[in-house]
């Protein structure tokens, strides 16, 4: 879109804007005017006297827009800050253009002007510094000529304002991990390299296994090696893996941080060519530079335009880093840092070689007690302060696979909730319980997205009777008590029986009394004709439940996936790509040890068809049948129904006897079907049937899905299970 110059008055900033350094930079437009010029908010402008040859009142700013209602659109608010350093006055007519994006500041030059002090020992200008560098982060966008007041330091608190930002006068530019302050005179000004340690420091709750991998790795670059040994492992690169909202690109700003070297980022959408040239710059460089790739999977991965490309550049850049290693007995001073959500499956097998990214630091999803330390973090005028410690408790108990951006969210939901409860608008007001309450149901884990994770709502005791099933559930769930271990829990549990017999049902109230986030599937949707698809889908299942335990995975009609391979069994029909499927089921079930608190049920009804190597101990450990209803099952279902239909009177007790030998779902269709031949071609019914009557007369038209010899068959199965035992 073009842009067209906008002109207007100066007025001066209000003192609620004024009391922030982060609107120092910005002149505020009328929202109209901005959007009719094609100015875009954030961008960087220029701002000019409109007096013709005046050109000593041209600056750089960054325009944005007035959310003032009252503001004329003949009048361009600037703050007293820039509106001196441009030497502008209240009232002077001025010019506003586009000048492009803001870049980003690397060396920010500062004075003292702190009255009556004397100067900063230069003993002290690296401490100074990185507290000034906390200031111009608030300020956000960092101009000459921006003041930075008060300032804590050792001794008095001092002020300080910008000379120059990027060795310009004129300039604005936006504040990054890498900017870095510097002293008048002095020799580093021109080196935008910081002396350093590559090591993070400040560990964020959570992250202490993470920041380990990366500070183990980090301490190569301090390292010589003899030739033989950097030869084996000449890798000047590492991958963080992480859930969405786990930390990953906080765990990436914290290398920034270091300020061990000028930091070069590769964006999603840098072409080859760009990737190659950051390489280069590094390599070429006699300062240290960490280059740093978030999201990687966005640039290699197999759904991206120009992965290829991308993945060559990438791979080239780190084999020569690598063959510098081996020749020269040490790391190149250049560390690659990369992020992705799965290192196996998004990053090629060209990129995970050795001497590439061989090396990866994961981050988990929160536990309970790394929960309860993130929301302490953020608890400040988020909890009733007498009550706070007891609400971080509660939350933390009841956010199973929550991330920390999770955890955030959630409170600034429950914030704005409780807002809206009390009605305030004069600033926040701690949350409610019904505020929580609310927000615990619209906020959910980013770890369960993508995937049918939230069951029906269904209780015990909606099934009515299958007591010897729930019961033998309950117990397949629960862990030792007293801290004896009495017995080992079950991990996996395979339920079979006929048709329509509430397998499906039972795994839905299973995980609802549970508590348990709950990833249900059939087996035949993560079959796919493409090779790998199926077992890239397993894998990221049990992935998916590992990070969001305590878990439960359905598998629905398991045998599509896990027939036997010996007969060609499942509805899959057998074949090399059941067979790679059904491995890779195994293989998984073999990582129970370190499945955490996931549970594995499954259902079928071809429990012959399965592969034995399925159903053994250590895999699913346990095979539970499920029968036809008995008489309190279907006087449940029969009773809920004519709840729900609104039947007039029936006899219960009648229809449960004569629905003696139909499923679950056979006596659901005959209450869903009773009155249909009732119904008319206008859509009304007669409302003067016997409903008892419609009921028996369904009962007999519909036959019995379920036959003697289907049940025989099933019972010997079960005991050709029990005789293997």
């Known amino acids: 879109m073009k842009t067209k110059a906008v002109e207007g008055k100066v007025r001066a900033q209000t003192q609620d804007y004024e009391r922030f350094p982060k609107h120092a930079a910005k002149i505020f437009i009328h929202q109209t005017v901005l959007y009719e010029s094609g100015l875009q908010i954030g961008q960087r402008c220029i701002i000019e006297s409109t007096l013709a040859n005046d050109r000593s009142r041209r600056r750089e700013a960054v325009a944005w827009n007035s959310v003032d209602k009252a503001l004329a659109k003949s009048v361009i608010v600037l703050s007293s800050v820039m509106k001196a350093a441009a030497g502008l006055e209240l009232g002077d007519s001025i010019r506003v253009s586009s000048a492009g994006e803001v870049p980003e500041a690397q060396t920010v030059v500062v004075r003292d002007v702190t009255p009556h002090a004397s100067p900063v020992v230069p003993e002290e200008q690296k401490s100074w510094s990185w507290n000034i560098e906390a200031a111009l982060e608030k300020a956000d966008y960092v101009f000459p000529g921006l003041a930075l007041e008060n300032i804590v330091g050792k001794g008095p608190k001092r002020s300080f304002v910008v000379e120059t930002v990027n060795g310009r006068k004129d300039n604005v530019a936006k504040y990054c991990s890498s900017t870095r302050a510097k002293w008048p005179g002095d020799d580093a000004v021109e080196v935008d390299g910081a002396p350093g340690k590559l090591e993070i420091v400040d560990i964020l709750p959570g992250m202490q296994a993470p920041v380990r991998a990366l500070n183990r790795f980090f301490r190569n670059f301090y390292t010589d090696y003899p030739p033989a040994f950097a030869a084996a492992d000449p890798s000047c690169a590492i991958v963080v893996e992480g859930s969405q909202g786990t930390g990953k690109s906080k765990l990436l700003e914290q290398v920034a941080a270091t300020r061990w070297g000028r930091v070069i980022r590769v964006d999603d959408g840098d072409k080859p060519a760009a990737i190659q040239e950051h390489f280069r710059n590094a390599l070429d460089s006699e300062e240290p530079h960490i280059i740093l790739i978030d999201d990687i999977q966005n640039l290699v991965g197999e759904t991206r335009a120009n992965r290829e490309g991308a993945t060559k550049a990438i791979r080239r850049g780190l084999e020569e880093l690598a063959g510098l290693t081996a020749k020269n007995g040490q790391r190149p001073k250049v560390a690659v840092v990369a992020s992705c959500r799965n290192f196996l499956e998004d990053l090629p097998e060209s990129l995970r070689k050795p001497g590439?990214?061989?090396?990866?630091?994961?981050?988990?999803?929160?536990?309970?007690?790394?929960?309860?330390?993130?929301?302490?973090l953020y608890a400040a005028n988020v909890f009733p302060a007498a009550e706070a410690e007891q609400y971080i408790s509660d939350v933390g108990d009841r956010t199973h696979a929550y991330t920390g951006e999770d955890l955030v969210r959630l409170l600034a939901r429950?914030?704005?909730?409780?807002?809206?409860?009390?009605?305030?608008?004069t600033g926040p007001q701690p949350t409610s319980w019904a505020g929580l309450q609310q927000a615990l149901q619209e906020v959910r884990p980013s770890a369960m997205h993508d995937i049918n994770l939230k069951p029906p709502s269904v209780r015990w005791k909606d099934i009515g009777g299958y007591q010897e099933v729930k019961s033998t559930l309950q117990v397949a769930l629960s862990k030792p008590q007293g801290g004896i271990a009495l017995y080992k829990p079950s991990k996996g549990v395979l339920l079979y029986g006929p048709p329509g017999c509430s397998k499906t049902m039972t795994a839905q109230a299973m995980a609802t009394e549970s508590g348990f986030n709950f990833f249900s599937v059939k087996g035949g949707e993560l079959l796919n004709m493409y090779v790998g698809e199926t077992e890239r889908s397993i894998r990221n299942l049990f992935a998916r439940a590992r990070a969001a335990c305590p878990s439960i995975i359905f598998f629905d009609e398991i045998d599509s996936i896990a027939g036997s391979r010996g007969v060609g069994g499942g509805s899959a029909g057998g074949g090399a790509g059941l067979t790679t499927a059904l491995t890779t089921l195994l293989t998984e079930m073999d990582g129970f040890e370190q499945l955490g608190d996931v549970f594995v049920l499954a259902a079928t009804n071809k429990p012959e068809s399965l592969d034995p190597a399925l159903i053994r101990a250590g895999r699913f450990d346990q095979l539970i049948y499920v029968p036809l209803p008995d008489d309190m099952a279907r006087e449940a279902i029969i009773t809920r129904k004519a709840r729900e239909l609104k039947f007039p009177d029936v006899d219960?007790?009648?229809?449960?006897?004569?629905t003696d030998g139909y499923s679950g779902a056979e006596i659901t269709q005959i209450c869903d079907q009773a009155f249909k031949p009732l119904v008319g071609q206008d859509g009304t019914t007669d409302g003067g049937a016997d409903a008892m009557q419609m009921l028996e007369a369904a009962i007999k038209r519909t036959p019995k899905g379920v036959t003697s010899q289907m049940l025989a068959h099933f019972v010997a199965w079960r005991l050709s299970m029990s005789m293997i035992g």
């Open 652 to 658: 219960i007790g009648v229809l449960v006897k004569q």
């Open 356 to 376: 590439h990214f061989d090396e990866c630091a994961r981050l988990a999803i929160p536990d309970t007690s790394v929960r309860k330390d993130i929301i302490r």
């Open 414 to 425: 429950a914030l704005r909730l409780s807002q809206t409860e009390t009605g305030e608008s």
